[in-house]
């Protein structure tokens, strides 16, 4: 097996524990908080509190997975100085 094709695995195995990851942390927020409000009698405080760290868990999780594994070897655009139509015209004299 060539080096690009054991790239493409594993990175085709990480893309896989995103979802995981997205789903273990939204649905463990919102089981923790349904199970605290129905101990202490709150209604539903935790429940939503916990459901919203939960979501932020799992995208904080998802964005550290892709900085972390999908890097590209070299940037698309080095600098905005360097392209030649980024150059503003001459101010017109009035």
Same mark, same amino acid.
């Given at each position: 097996?060539?080096?690009?094709?054991?790239?493409?695995?594993?990175?085709?195995?990480?893309?896989?524990?995103?979802?995981?990851?997205?789903?273990?942390?939204? &649905?463990?927020?919102? &089981?923790?908080?349904? !199970?605290?409000?129905?101990?202490?009698?709150?209604? !539903?405080? &935790?429940?939503?509190?916990?459901?919203?760290?939960?979501?932020?868990?799992?995208?904080?999780?998802? !964005?550290?997975?892709?900085?972390?594994?999908?890097?590209?070897?070299?940037?698309?655009?080095?600098?905005?100085?360097?392209?030649?139509?980024?150059?503003?015209?001459?101010?017109?004299?009035?």
């Amino acid at each position: 097996m060539d080096r690009e094709t054991k790239k493409s695995f594993v990175q085709m195995a990480y893309a896989s524990s995103i979802g995981i990851a997205m789903v273990i942390t939204i &649905f463990g927020g919102l &089981f923790l908080g349904s !199970y605290l409000d129905r101990k202490l009698g709150t209604g !539903y405080r &935790f429940t939503i509190v916990l459901l919203l760290i939960g979501i932020t868990a799992g995208f904080r999780n998802m !964005y550290l997975l892709i900085k972390k594994n999908f890097t590209d070897e070299k940037p698309v655009i080095t600098s905005i100085k360097s392209e030649p139509h980024r150059k503003r015209p001459p101010p017109k004299k009035t």
